[in-house]
């Protein structure tokens, strides 16, 4: 390759869906931009999740309001790259008069805007498959789903295709320093680089990420067969009450906290919490757990598996879930739900750090280019 096709205005380091925003914001700042990533394929994280954009729970300021922008992004760029989306909104399911409460609070809050209570007849009737021993649910009309297995590989394609961005697999980057990036195949070089590392905490700034405290956690995934029943919108439960930190606020939250803690405590420590989203072809997206490591064992624990199931068939009417796939995802996670640094001039490491991912990725790619090209920050960063 001729040392004039290797340089280029900015270089992505990680095809995940982080890269991919950063490769997307940096094109549309007018930036020549080239993507670079060992797989030959986006293999992990990224295609590994629900594929739902989640805005209502994300934590009160900028975090939400990352997530209300990436939410409109995909909108944007879905039809575009050939992306149905499957599903909007979001149903959190109050199993427990605890539940109502918080779920009644947030509602009432700022946070709630544009949610609403279902209880009774209006929660029958807009969903006949959930559990009749339901007391409510908190419907937000804010969310997104889409199929990430099919959603990544296709905007990779789009920002190809479309976009002019190029992409380059199965190459190695071992070494960033500004201006430069050194790979598997030779040397690129670039006005500005963002390394968007994914689960990697030891190949690119390895101090940074530890002085950030960041370490690894593997959930399980499950596929269900097709219930029978139309999901109108991803369900979600008590537990993920206690687990998004968007409810941490609500002054019920504890009493409901303490009921969990004894009667779902084995769920508590496995980090299981509801979510069950549904796909063209009616399998249902289950999960999930969170178990933490700084190298997570590939193994998939029947156990921690039939726990999530059985909170599937509390919340909706399916007593003996056909399970027709099984897998784990890892993501880096840590004490801040996603941070930018500058380890040196024109060089970000960007990393999400919460699992949120494509909740706010979009938006968060946005904020690295301007700040790399020195522009105003994007409006969402802005709001009060």
Known sequence: MPASDRHYDCLIVGAGIIGLAHALAARRAGLRTAVLDREARAIGASVRNFGFITVTGQPEGITWRRARRTRDVWAEVAPLAGIDVLQHGLLMCARRPEAVTVIEEFAAGPMGEGCRILRGNALAEHHPALRGDLHAALHSPHELRVESREAIPRVTAWLQQAR?????????????????????????????????????????????????????????????????????????????????LGYAGCPSLPALRARLEAEQGAWLADGIHLIAVQGADGSLVVGDSHHYDASPDPFQPRAVDDRILAELSAVLEIPRPEVVERWTGVYPSGPDVAFREAPMPGVRLVMVTSGTGASTGFALAEETIADLLGQPPPAHQEDA
């Open 164 to 244: 002019d961005v190029a992409v380059f697999p199965r190459v190695a980057v071992h070494g960033v320093d500004t201006g430069r990036v050194e790979t598997s195949v030779g040397r690129f070089t670039a006005d500005h680089v963002v390394v968007c590392p994914g689960p990697d905490l030891v190949t690119l700034f390895p101090e940074v990420i530890a002085r950030r405290e960041v370490t690894l956690c593997k959930l399980h995934m499950l596929r269900v067969a097709d219930p029978g029943f139309v999901l109108p919108a991803p369900v979600m439960s008590d537990l993920g009450l206690v687990r998004y």
